[in-house]
């Protein structure tokens, strides 16, 4: 996030160079933070995660891969399946599979 901006601001920002892809944002899935979901980089630095997951609509852009990212394309939630994929990110595509117009707030 920079100075600035807000959330979905980041949000909007952050697709647009990861992926080339012009977004709005439609909703709130859900904001995330496990404790136990601890980083630490090979620099040294230590980080909790925590993750804010806005839904979101393709509103322009062209997908391309970014200095950002090694690959970027669309995958349906069947496709993920098979994918080596960190639990919390499980959680988070089980919760938008199952989703019932509350966001997650854990």
């Given at each position: 996030m920079e100075l600035g901006e807000t959330l979905s601001q980041c949000a909007?920002?952050?697709t647009r160079e990861e992926t080339g892809l012009d977004i709005?944002?439609?909703?709130?899935?859900?904001?995330?933070?496990?404790?136990?979901?601890?980083?630490a980089y090979?620099?040294?630095?230590?980080r909790?995660?925590?993750?804010?997951?806005y839904y979101g609509r393709v509103i322009g852009g062209r997908l391309v891969v970014s200095q950002e990212s090694i690959s970027?394309?669309?995958?349906?939630?069947?496709?993920l399946e098979s994918l080596p994929v960190h639990s919390t990110v499980r959680l988070r595509l089980q919760h938008h599979a199952e989703?019932?117009?509350?966001?997650?707030l854990g």
């Open positions: 909007v920002r952050e709005e944002i439609t909703g709130l899935l859900g904001i995330y933070s496990d404790p136990a979901h601890v980083i090979a620099d040294g630095e230590v909790q995660e925590f993750v804010v997951v970027v394309e669309f995958l349906s939630l069947k496709e989703y019932c117009g509350t966001p997650y």
